[in-house]
């Protein structure tokens, strides 16, 4: 990946995991490496993977507490994208 392929770019930094050992991936792997290509990285989220329920059919289901996390973060996260300022022309 380019070294500023996100400079200036708002990132929602999202993952699931088995293990509450694995929350701390975010803050110390992911928010480190999309800093360094230049993100603007907002406030992300890490859900345990018993808090996701596969239905038949391919259908997703979050615990309510957990879905009422992820909406406040991705409120959060459409925020940071309508205020970033549109591209200008070259």
Same mark, same amino acid.
């Given at each position: 990946? /380019?070294? +500023?392929?996100? &400079?200036?770019?708002?990132? %929602?930094? *999202? =993952? &699931?995991?088995?293990?509450?050992? +694995?929350?701390? $991936?975010?803050?110390? @792997?992911?928010?480190?490496? %999309?800093?360094?290509?230049? =993100?603007?990285? &907002?406030?992300?989220?890490?859900?345990? !993977?018993? +808090?996701?329920?596969? $239905? /038949?059919?391919?259908?997703? $289901? %979050? !615990? +309510? !507490?957990?879905? *009422?996390? %992820?909406?406040?973060?991705?409120?959060?996260? @459409?925020?940071? *994208?309508?205020?970033?300022?549109?591209? &200008? $022309?070259?």
């Amino acid at each position: 990946m /380019p070294q +500023h392929a996100f &400079t200036g770019k708002p990132v %929602l930094p *999202l =993952a &699931t995991g088995g293990s509450p050992a +694995h929350a701390l $991936a975010l803050d110390y @792997a992911r928010r480190p490496a %999309l800093t360094a290509l230049g =993100a603007h990285v &907002t406030q992300g989220r890490f859900v345990l !993977d018993r +808090h996701i329920t596969a $239905a /038949p059919g391919g259908a997703v $289901a %979050l !615990d +309510h !507490d957990v879905g *009422l996390q %992820l909406a406040r973060v991705t409120d959060q996260f @459409a925020r940071a *994208l309508s205020s970033r300022a549109p591209p &200008t $022309a070259a």
